[in-house]
C-alpha cells in the first residue's frame, strides 16, 4: 500500500530558484527518505530522516519532518538544470517494505 | 564498482508469455526487492527476500514469482497470470534494517517490458 503522498505533482521554475515539494503519510514511521529518478533511470537515494530528528541538511537539499503532522518537506536551493527528475518521499516503518508515494515532476528551466 | 544489474533493459513479449527479469547485485547486501512503476504513480512492492532462500510476498504479488537461491541473485517472473504486466520494473537491494534500523534502497536502472 501506498502511504506517502507528494505534493504538487509537477512543478516548473527558473534555474537559480528553490524547489519546495511536501510529502504526507499516514500512519506512524521509523524514518522517512527522499529518493531522486531521472527519466527512464532507476531511483537514487539522496537523504534520510528520522523521526525524531525535525530538520537535516545534505548539500543542496533541506529535508524537514513534522511527525505530528505527519508530513515532510524537501527544498532543493538555488536549483540547476540536472536537478530536473521526479523526487520521491518513502516511508520506513521498520519492517523491510519500504512505502513510496506517486512523486513530483520537477523541471528546472535554463 | 559495486551496484545493481538489470536485465534486459527493454523486453517485449506476446500476451500469454511468462518472462523473467534478472537482477544481479555485487554490493553483498542481504536484502533484495522488486517494484512495479505504472506511469503517473509511485512504486509497488512485487516481493521481498530478506535472506537467501526466503521471499515474502509486497502489496501485488498475483501473477508474478521469485527465487533467491543466491545472495547475489533475485530474478522475476511475470507469468501469463499477470493481467496487464506492462510496466517499468525496478530491483533494488540493501543490506537490511541495519544496526541502525533504517533500510536504505539502491535500485538497478530497471526493465521495461511491453506485453504485445
Known amino acids: 500500500s501506498q502511504q506517502g503522498e507528494e505534493d504538487p505533482q509537477a512543478l516548473s521554475i527558473q534555474e537559480g530558484e528553490n524547489a519546495t515539494m511536501n510529502c504526507s503519510y499516514k500512519t506512524s514511521i521509523n524514518n522517512l527518505q527522499w529518493y531522486r529518478q531521472n527519466s527512464g533511470r532507476g531511483l537514487v537515494h539522496l537523504i534520510l530522516?528520522?523521526?525524531?530528528?525535525r530538520e537535516k541538511h545534505s548539500g543542496r537539499l533541506r529535508v524537514t519532518l513534522d511527525t505530528s503532522k505527519k508530513s515532510s518537506s524537501l527544498l532543493i536551493t538555488a536549483s540547476r538544470a540536472a536537478d530536473t527528475a521526479s523526487y520521491f518521499c518513502a516511508t520506513d516503518k521498520h519492517d523491510y517494505k519500504l512505502s513510496f508515494g506517486a512523486g513530483t515532476t520537477v523541471t528546472v528551466r535554463a | 564498482d559495486g551496484g545493481i544489474t538489470q536485465s534486459p533493459k527493454y523486453l517485449f513479449r506476446k500476451e500469454g508469455q511468462n518472462v523473467t527479469l534478472s537482477c544481479e547485485q555485487n554490493?553483498?547486501?542481504?536484502?533484495m526487492y522488486w517494484y512495479r512503476q505504472d506511469p503517473g504513480q509511485g512504486l509497488r512492492l512485487i516481493y521481498y527476500?530478506?535472506?537467501?532462500?526466503?521471499?515474502q510476498k509486497g502489496d501485488i504479488a498475483e501473477g508474478y514469482s521469485v527465487s533467491r537461491e543466491k545472495k547475489e541473485s533475485f530474478p522475476l517472473t511475470v507469468t501469463s497470470a499477470q493481467k496487464n504486466p506492462t510496466a517499468f520494473y525496478l530491483c533494488a537491494s540493501s543490506v537490511g534494517q541495519g544496526a541502525s534500523g533504517a533500510n536504505v534502497l539502491t535500485f538497478g536502472a530497471g526493465s521495461r517490458l511491453t506485453v504485445l
Open positions: 554490493l553483498n547486501h542481504d536484502a
Open positions: 530522516i528520522r523521526s525524531n530528528e
Open positions: 527476500s530478506q535472506i537467501v532462500n526466503d521471499f
